[in-house]
Nanobody
């Protein structure tokens, strides 16, 4: 399994922006589908965005579509989540996830579909 380390979380006012990064260990990063999930207090972990192996295709939850952008740099073993126009309801712990067994990528992927997880980074959006 790949080891994942997130960074970039913090406190931001509504309407602001943050960029999350997730650095992966190993030499086969390009064989992994990468995704971001988030979990707010008292809620289940939910899908935010996913990106295919080469980065050619991306998928988003409806709640973040048009505001968040997922991207990856396979040369740097890193996936990013650019978050713009942040809202208080975006407040959550954001987790990076990876899996190298997926053959189909959709916006309906859930936590059981991913075998590797980071420790999470807190994002807090104040109103």
């Amino acid at each position: 399994q790949v080891q994942l380390v997130e960074s970039g979380g913090g406190l931001v006012q509504a309407g602001g922006s943050l960029r999350l990064s997730c650095a992966a260990s190993g030499r086969t990063f390009s064989s992994y589908v990468m995704a971001w999930f988030r979990q707010a207090p008292g809620k289940e972990r939910e899908f935010v965005a996913a990106i295919t192996w080469s980065g050619a295709t991306t998928y988003y939850a409806d709640s973040v579509k048009g505001r968040f952008t997922i991207s990856r740099d396979n040369a740097k073993n890193t996936v990013y989540l650019q978050m713009n126009s942040l809202k208080p309801e975006d407040t959550a712990v954001y987790y990076c996830a990876a899996d190298d067994t997926l053959v189909v990528v959709t916006a309906t992927l859930g936590p059981p579909d991913f075998g590797s997880w980071g420790q999470g980074t807190q994002v807090t959006v104040s109103s």
